[in-house]
Nanobody
């Protein structure tokens, strides 16, 4: 079955960086659109970015594209999210999703906390 396992979250100071990873299995990762979504405490889920199978098309959220970069390694069945210049409002649980936009299946998520 589809498995998506996120890692790389943690606590970081404002202005810091983190790289999230998502190990995928159980489906044709290399031919699937993949996405990142997040949910901040008490807020709705928010789409972060999507990437097509061969990384030639990237759809970033307008509000995050200057700081967040999605990428993938099909040889490793792994999706990444590089997050730079993190702000307190980036505190959220981040989820890897199979598919475009909000996706159709998600992992368990990894917590990112931005705090001094």
């Amino acid at each position: 079955q589809v498995q998506l396992v996120e890692s790389g979250g943690g606590k970081v100071q404002p202005g810091g960086s983190l790289r999230l990873s998502c190990a995928a299995s159980g489906f044709a990762f290399s031919s699937s659109y993949m996405s990142w979504v997040r949910q901040a405490p008490g807020k709705e889920f928010e789409w972060v970015s999507s990437i097509n199978p061969d990384s030639t098309i990237i759809h970033p959220s307008d509000s995050l594209k200057a700081r967040f970069t999605i990428s993938r390694d099909n040889a490793k069945n792994t999706l990444y999210l590089q997050m730079n210049d993190l702000k307190s409002e980036d505190t959220a649980r981040y989820y890897c999703a199979m598919g475009y936009g909000m996706g159709s299946q998600w992992g368990q998520g990894t917590q990112v906390t931005v705090s001094s």
